[in-house]
T-cell receptor, first 113, second 116 residues
């Protein structure tokens, strides 16, 4: 079992470019999440998907969009990257969203110049 | 909404000593409290969690205590070892009022250094 797999691991973009971060889980989990981690800020929720076919905004959704492609895959898109979006992005999944541990991927380190 | 405060932000202990990290939360309806360990450059990994119907939970050298009245919970690591050095995050579930379905709010983290 790979758990939660994120691609790419590293990416450098120029301001205004777009890109999609990919996430897939093989644990048959229903809920999936995208977080960003900045120094001293902990983990902040960008978007989540409680189940296949649903997505909702988290704490910091501006500048991002998501797609729950199927039960396994949940992608995060930056339409027009800005330097403020330089961060480490983590995808996570849980069996359900209620009082269940979340399992994290290895992260994508994104730099926007 | 739910808010989680975590203290201290940094903690340095001697190998073999105990380490305690404390978190407070604001919404008394929160009922799930996980702790994550994140080594440098790695993913956060769940090390222990507790639900509100339990006051304490232990797993070898790690324990978590929960005080629902005071709305705080703590991570206790005994007999610390250099490999315990990492950043530790606490989290609290957002009560499911029909919208946020139990999402987690994380504290800002505690950097623990264990000196040999």
């Amino acid at each position: 079992n790979a758990g939660v797999t994120q691609t790419p691991k590293f990416q450098v973009l120029k301001t205004g470019q777009s890109m999609t971060l990919q996430c897939a889980q093989d644990m048959n989990h229903n809920s999936m999440y995208w977080y960003r981690q900045d120094p001293g800020m902990g983990l902040r929720l960008i978007y989540y998907s409680a189940s296949e076919g649903t997505t909702d905004k988290g704490e910091v959704p501006n500048g991002y969009n998501v797609s729950r492609l199927n039960k396994r895959e949940f992608s995060l898109r930056l339409e027009s990257a800005a330097p403020s979006q330089t961060s480490v992005y983590f995808c996570a999944s849980s069996y359900t969203g209620i009082n269940q541990p979340q399992h994290f991927g290895d992260g994508t380190r994104l730099s926007i110049l | 909404g739910e808010n989680v405060e975590q203290h201290p932000s940094t903690l340095s202990v001697q190998e073999g000593d105990s380490a305690v990290i404390k978190c407070t939360y604001s919404d008394s309806a929160s009922n799930y409290f996980p702790w994550y360990k994140q080594e440098l450059g790695k993913r956060p990994q769940l090390i222990i969690d507790i639900r509100s119907n339990v006051g304490e939970k232990k797993d070898q050298r790690i324990a978590v205590t929960l005080n629902k009245t005071a709305k705080h919970f703590s991570l206790h690591i005994t007999e610390t070892q250099p490999e315990d050095s990492a950043v530790y995050f606490c989290a609290a579930s957002i009560p499911d009022y029909g919208g946020s379905q139990g999402n987690l709010i994380f504290g800002k983290g505690t950097k623990l250094s264990v000196k040999p």
